[in-house]
């Protein structure tokens, strides 16, 4: 995904040097299928639009916000890039979860919706009591946050437990601990509004039908280890 790196030394104010490496801009990455594929869950129409327009205006306002940064690091304007932090954070966030959340779902013909096997499905049963209670507990936790955010199970790194967490906004599940994200879902209106209107409920069911719990079992095994 990185199109180029912006590689240097630059000098902060108040004399503090820093190796200023890897910071990357990044391009739109393909779906792994068609737009329409996940219909009747998803339309068409929202998908092409969440992923042209909604995730290409992250992108676009990142690389940009990227290289605001790297000018502010040229000539030691730390004002300048304490006050790009907000912007980074949201922009990337919105890159980095709605990367993760394409993969998250997949067509029926190709294994939407099938529970999850092997360690995940253990590990569901074990820290949820069951699938249904997982998916019961996402789709409240999605349905009764507030304005614009995520919901998530996530791998809790130390614990190596199964975790519920929400986040605002753009903020990825990162930002809550040690978290690695198994699953997003995107309770944001642009995700929905199109087909579902303002019936969030309705959405959070439905998606579950196009879920690609076996992407989600293979980044529990890498990550479990």
């Known amino acids: 995904m990185a199109l180029r790196s912006l590689v240097s030394r630059k000098t902060l104010g108040l004399g503090l040097k820093l190796q200023f ?6 391009s739109l990455p393909d779906l792994p299928y068609d737009y329409g594929a996940l219909e ?4 068409g129409e929202i998908m092409q639009l969440h992923h042209q327009k909604h995730h ?8 940009k916000n990227i290289e605001q940064l790297h000018h ?4 030691g304007d730390s004002s300048a890039v304490v006050k790009l932090q907000s912007a980074i954070k949201f922009n990337g966030g919105g890159h980095v979860n709605h990367s993760i959340f394409w993969k998250n779902l997949t067509p029926v013909h ?7 096997h092997g360690n995940l499905g253990w590990a569901i049963d074990e820290d949820f009591g069951s699938l249904d209670a997982l998916i019961n507990k996402m789709s409240t936790e999605g349905a009764a946050l507030q304005g614009s955010g995520w919901v998530w ?12 967490e929400t986040t605002a906004n753009q903020d990825p599940l990162v930002t809550k601990g040690p978290l690695v994200p198994l699953l997003g879902v995107d309770v944001w209106e642009h995700a929905y509004y199109l087909q579902y209107k303002n019936v969030r409920p309705d959405y ?14 293979e980044v529990y095994d890498k990550e479990h280890s």
């Open 110 to 116: 190709e294994g939407g919706g099938e529970p999850p």
């Open 204 to 217: 959070l069911k439905n998606i579950w039908k196009v879920m690609n719990w076996k992407y989600a079992g």
């Open 40 to 43: 009747p869950a998803i339309s």
């Open 153 to 164: 199970l996530g791998l809790d790194k130390e614990s190596k437990k199964l975790v519920v």
């Open 56 to 63: 290409q205006t992250y992108i676009t306002n990142y690389n």
């Open 72 to 75: 502010a690091m040229e000539k």
């Open 21 to 26: 490496r890897g910071l990357q801009t990044f």
